[in-house]
């Protein structure tokens, strides 16, 4: 009875998979003997869910019509967008941004805002261009629009963001459709846990002026994990100004790991342009698009975080919160990071975020039982796994590289 868009269509999901073999494992052998890399969470020392005591206070206190009355608006209401606004583009965006238009969307989680996007921009067949490495989802969301995908090498030999592999791909879309459309995930890549280098995103900004001489060039700049980033942001921002009018830059936000609002499924896209009238047709085919799906989001997520980030001392406070977890994951990462240099286990280059990757050429399946029969637990991607430094505690970090080395003999 399916329609013919729909036959044959069945999620496989390896990560819920794998995860409910850890849960499985823990309620067996008990948590402290088990170790658990595949949650995509923040928790604590203590393997607990972390939730921001300024977030959860807030929540608290917010008047119960802004929990439970539909929202103002479907695109989000004037606060909310405000709000995302400081968030990606600063405080002072109206003075840094004067002669931009931009324009903010409120959407179901991040990847309502990545949904959203390639509904709007990926013509049916075309390809939308990933990271060799990625949140596997954009796949399905690609071919759920109708769309497919090309990927580019994520890193060249040194250990840097490769340039030249990305010109080629670019080049080649840009042969072959109307729209190139292209997901950057920085900061904090998932998986790798990488962040490119301002020079590296000149270099990708050069590289996308070229083309746009030749086709509309749509950049989708994924920022879920934005907040656990060393980045200095101010230079990170100039890096969108005074783009030509053929560049469309969606910065694609979610308040999931930020606000540890995972649940909320809070998210937004915001469009930013030199050109007034490509911002006006954003906002119009996005509201249709939200209108169409999930018609509105959670009033009660919008009302928390404009009431956190429009306030500046409840800002500065989930600031702090949130940094001294930052810092938590960076000491897991070394301790890994250390161990594995030690024991020449080879790690994508790591910068900060929530993932650090293994690659495993060969046998990644007997390497990844080998690691289970050990209740060690990490998601397996194509070629390596992905450890959750985010959740796993300093305790079962010391000694992991050296198993995880010795079954990839």
Sequence with gaps: MLGRGSVGRELDDR????????????????????????????????EKLVNFHTVVETYKNLPSEDIFAYASGITGSEEYKEAVKRIILG??????FQGHFMEVVATAGGTGAIRNSLKNYLNPGEKILLP??????????AEEVGGSFDTYKLFNENDEFHLENFREKVEELTKEQENVVIMINDPCHNPTGYSLSMEEWKGVIEILEEYAKLKNIILLNDMAYM?????????????FKN?????????????????????????????????EDIIKEFENASKFSCRATWSNISRGAMSLLSEIVLDDRKYRKLFKERESYRKLIKERAEIFLKEAKDVDLKTYPYKDGFFITIP????????????????????????GIRLGVCSVPKKKLFGLSKKIKLYMK
């Design 15 to 46: 990560v819920f998979k794998i995860a409910g073999k850890a849960k499985n494992a823990i309620e067996r052998f008990g948590k402290e003997n088990v170790i658990n890399g595949t949650i995509g969470a923040l928790y604590n020392e203590g």
């Design 91 to 96: 405080r002072d965006y109206n003075s840094k």
């Design 132 to 141: 060799e490495l990625m949140w596997d989802p954009y796949k399905l969301m």
């Design 227 to 239: 907040d656990f980033s060393e980045r200095d942001m101010g230079e990170y921002r100039k890096i």
């Design 243 to 275: 783009l030509s009018e053929n560049i469309l830059v969606i910065f694609l936000f979610s308040m999931s790991k930020s606000f540890t609002g995972y649940g909320l499924r809070a998210g937004a896209q915001l469009a930013l342009s030199t050109n």
């Design 360 to 383: 495993i050429e060969n046998n990644i399946e007997e390497v990844v039982e080998s690691l289970e029969r050990e209740n060690i637990f990490t998601i397996v991607l194509e070629k």
